[in-house]
């Protein structure tokens, strides 16, 4: 696993291969009781969600939040976030089609915008962090875009992955963005942050299923 040459995929965490759409949107909705503004549906959410995370805000409220909000704003959502996620389990398939990818001879890892010290023991409880070749998470301040943090995945894995033959699945517009920034290529999936439509203007493949996700990967590595 992980010749150089060969298929890679760079995996989501939050609304890829874990589905916590629910713990998001509580989460989200008790940052916005701390401003007195009223809750969001998943609909709302998946229609209007972007990052950086404060433009998400001013989209929702009109204005971006103060340093001061943002901060407060923040902080809340992570501390509700920590305790919605226990009721949270992986996307349908997920196992399955990792350990698939990985029987097939191809590497894997996994790179998220959640933080690196809480999303590493997560991976681990799941037991699915031996399919990986390597596990980021989000190190430095929130709320900013994921394409910088691609940059130092992949000279991470310098060694055995090429840009040119990784495709990226996410459920997020950002997600296509890193991509795109590294020279891999990109698949989004619809069951996590943003609506379908959200995605398609993108201009990248758009998939319902991980399943669909994994064999588009396939297809466009080549």
Known sequence: MGMHGSAHI????????FHDNDAI????????????????TLEQYRSLYCVPVPKFYERLIGRLPTDAEWELMDGVFH??????????????????????????????????MYGHEDLVPLVRGFGIEAHFIRVDGRTGPSGGSK???????????????????????????DDAVAARYVGA???????GSHSRASLEEVGVPVVDTLADAVAEARRIAQ
């Not at 760079?10 to 291969?17: H, I, M, P």
């Not at 992949?154 to 996410?170: C, D, H, K, Q, Y």
């Open 10 to 17: 760079v995996w989501d965490w939050n609304g890829t291969l």
């Open 25 to 40: 949107i509580g989460a989200t909705n008790a940052a916005f009781a701390e401003l007195g503004l009223a809750p969001i």
């Open 185 to 191: 290529k990109a698949v989004l999936y619809t069951g």
């Open 147 to 173: 394409a910088e943090h691609m940059v130092r995945h992949l000279e991470a894995l310098a060694a055995s992955v090429r840009p040119a033959r990784t495709v990226v699945i996410g459920d997020a517009a």
């Open 79 to 112: 501390r509700h976030y920590a305790r919605h996620r226990v009721r949270c389990r992986l996307t349908e398939g997920a196992e399955e089609l990792l350990a698939g990818w990985r029987s097939a001879g191809h590497s894997q890892s996994l790179l998220s």
